[in-house]
């Protein structure tokens, strides 16, 4: 428990920009593949953006020309960079390692986009 710590969510108005960021506390950080997931109000989780080595990361189809994922493995930490924020964009957003099948979570920021 308390892996995965999510911070920096909030409302935010359409357009607008937020930076969510994942604090750890695994050993062996560089191994693992960072990502954040979001699930909406009767909807999936679903992928936003994975991050292993830090020239190839990968988006969701959704977010990609508009959101940055970002790790530092010094500090053990991954942000997401979400800018030009729509409705759409409304979701609880959790922080996710993953290797080799064994997978953790945070608890999860809410992100919310209205005016």
């Known amino acids: 428990q308390g892996q995965l710590v999510e911070s920096g969510g909030g409302l935010v108005q359409p357009g607008g920009s937020l930076r969510l960021s994942c604090k750890g506390s695994?050993?062996?950080?560089?191994?693992?593949?960072m990502g954040w997931y979001r699930q909406a109000p009767g909807k999936e989780r679903e992928m936003v953006a994975t991050?292993?080595?830090?020239?190839?990361?990968n988006y969701g189809d959704s977010v990609k020309g508009r959101f940055i994922i970002s790790r530092d493995n010094a500090k053990k930490t991954v942000d997401l960079q979400m800018n030009s924020l729509n409705s759409n964009d409304t979701a609880v957003y959790y922080c996710?390692?993953?290797?080799?099948?064994?997978?953790?979570w945070g608890q999860g920021t809410q992100v919310t986009v209205s005016s």
């Open positions: 991050i292993k080595d830090e020239d190839r990361p």
């Open positions: 695994l050993s062996l950080w560089n191994i693992y593949t």
């Open positions: 996710n390692a993953n290797f080799a099948g064994a997978k953790y």
